[in-house]
């Protein structure tokens, strides 16, 4: 197969060379691609202060790629991974973990309450319902929210069109995983109304890897979504319905273990969202803007661990712990804000607004533990423990922002915004009941407990647009991360252990300098960024020794108690990179990031954080016109340095890879409404896992994907 797959290769270069080509414009159309993530009000990516990679629509649309994370994992500075679940992608940015990365739909925060270390929501969002999507590097958009550290991810829906009806359909098939993925959508305007209906399902088998077929990581997933617009005059109203669901689970090739499961038969999401917008066009007042949403994310989770262990002596032979633990979690939430834009005199341009937001979330949890000796000799290592818990806790948050873009000259704009936090966070109460072989029954009630943080954090950027085809921007900012409900009060049982809420954590914080340069001209396209960033009161696990957040326990061979504590401090630097170059028949580019990071903390001083030095992408592209049809094409080798991480109890080595890919894709019929796509994937079937990702990479694989537009 690897034989017939170079062949295949070597087959399309003629297509890279010759006949009636036209150079890409990808450059020209990110230059005028609109933003406003980082201003919350609309402006050029190439105006833009912040650090900001936009995907189009019309990229979206082009793509071959089988889910939005194919989209993101080549942005510069993101790394894109399952975290060990198949399906449930998580997003990483310059380093900072998926739980320091602002995930936001239509600029609305979907919060995720249960995260412990490291994780997020994931991206449960379908994109056929997307328009774009904004990625902003770096803690640069205190009005759309500061609670990130390593960046803001900003999906934008699609909200009405140009005609009384368009849409699309499309259906990819993945031979990695032996799955299919079906999406449609319809849009379009009708006056003064405009809407949006999709939908989308994927059904994914086990993942195909240079070693085989991967147990126990096949996953589903479905989604629907729905949007109303209405306008009159100066008005406009607008209503949203979203909904995703995932199902899926992870495969351990951990050699000590008899049984490992970890199960997530459901992750859902289900928002409803109302926008008002008002287009005053005073002479200081410009607009005014309103929208809140309920949203309920519910997790089922469902992990079984089973370890097998000699004692050491014959009269107990070998040891078995089982642990089991279901646990069925409802977050609902709610938020609002509201936002008023002005016009100033001396061309400054003034935005102010408010934003409240509220968590609460319902748990209920059944955890067995059971011991026993393979020769059935009685006494401490044979016994039964089971719990049953029900908890509830509450977070709210009020924030205050606002941001002032001065016009100094035509040359020279300077920004500078701010964002005041007020932060409670309670648990509401709660109850245990376990029933122990050794000790009998017993009832625990948890009493409230409350907690509060606030912060003021800000960002500021100055920008010269003096030099032809070039913008040179300089800014700093600060990041701030609040403890989620389970770092704060949480009883987390998963892998057979045990980790203890905190309410004396503090807050992360960080703060960030970064200088950036954007050139298009003379057939060049670039973007690049330098940065440094500091970050302190990193929350990390510690294991348990008495301590009285730990309940009196302290960590064992056979019990693994932890809690939540502020450790570890951190130091980034790095470099964001992005070329292109236009003015051949074929247009080679480079996207990269160099990055290094130390870790220190009460356990751990290193630079060995398990980062890549070196990520990116290198390649060519090709678009060829033909009488009756388009065809693109891209060869690019995709690769990332060897790691090391010293962050944990033992070592762990990320040996460095690369791998060779193609992408053809092509447009025909009438209005070109017609698309084929074939992504030739790890051509030469390389073994390898990404740095931050348990699953092994898939072989070579091919994904095929037809579309229909109207």
Known sequence: ?????????????????????????????????????????????????????????????????????????????????????????????????????????????????????????????????????????????????????????????????????????????????????????????????????????????????????????????????????????????GLSLDRYKLATQTWSDAADLAEFSVRLPKLAREKVGLFYDYAAEGRYLRKVHLDAYQQVLERKFDNRVTVITPSGSPLIGDLTIANRTQTHDKQNTRGLTLQSDFALPGDNALIVGTQYQQDRVAQTANTNTASGSSTGFPGAVNYQRQGLSHNHWEQSSLALFGQNEWAINDNWRWTLGARQYWLESKSLGGNEHVTHSLQGESDAQYGNQTTHDKALVAATSLRYSGFNHTLLRMGFAQGYVYPTITHLFGITSAGGGVTYGNPDLEAEHSNNLEFGARYNGNQWFIDSALFYSTARNYIATLSCSGQAVCQGNRASSRSNYQYYANVDQAKTWGMELHAEYNGWPVSPYLSGTLLRRELTGDKVNTRHTGEPTLTGRLGVKHTRLFSHFDLSSDLFLRAASAATDDTGATRIRNPGWSTLNATLSSRFGAEDRYQLSLDLNNLTNQRYRTAHESLPAAGFNVAVGFGVTF
């Open 1 to 237: 197969m690897i034989v017939a797959s170079r062949k295949y290769l070597f087959s399309l270069l003629p297509l890279f060379a010759g006949g009636d080509a036209i150079a890409s414009t990808e450059s020209s159309a990110e230059e005028k691609s609109i933003v406003v993530t980082a201003s919350r009000s609309a402006a050029s990516l190439w105006d833009s202060s912040a650090s900001v990679q936009v995907i189009n629509a019309e990229t979206i649309e082009n793509s071959g790629a089988n889910t939005i994370a194919d989209l993101l994992r080549d942005i510069p500075g993101v790394e894109v991974s399952d975290d060990g679940l198949a399906g449930r992608k998580q997003i990483r940015i310059r380093g900072e973990a998926s739980s320091r990365v602002l995930v936001l739909i239509d600029g609305q925060e979907v919060t995720y309450q249960r995260a412990g270390m490291g994780s997020g929501p994931g991206l449960l969002i379908d994109d056929s319902a997307l328009e774009r999507i904004e990625v902003v590097k770096g803690p640069w958009s205190v009005l759309y929210g500061s609670q990130a550290i390593g960046g803001v991810v900003n999906f934008i829906t699609r909200k009405g069109g140009d005609a009384p009806l368009a849409g699309s359909v499309r259906a990819v098939y993945d031979s990695a995983t032996n799955g299919w993925r079906e999406s449609a959508a319809a849009w379009g305007s009708l006056g003064q109304f405009d809407y949006r209906i999709n939908g989308s399902y994927a059904d994914h088998g086990d993942r195909h890897t240079p070693d085989g077929r991967l147990s126990d990581t096949h996953f589903s997933n479905n989604a629907q979504g729905l949007w109303l617009g209405y306008t009159v005059n100066q008005h406009k109203f």
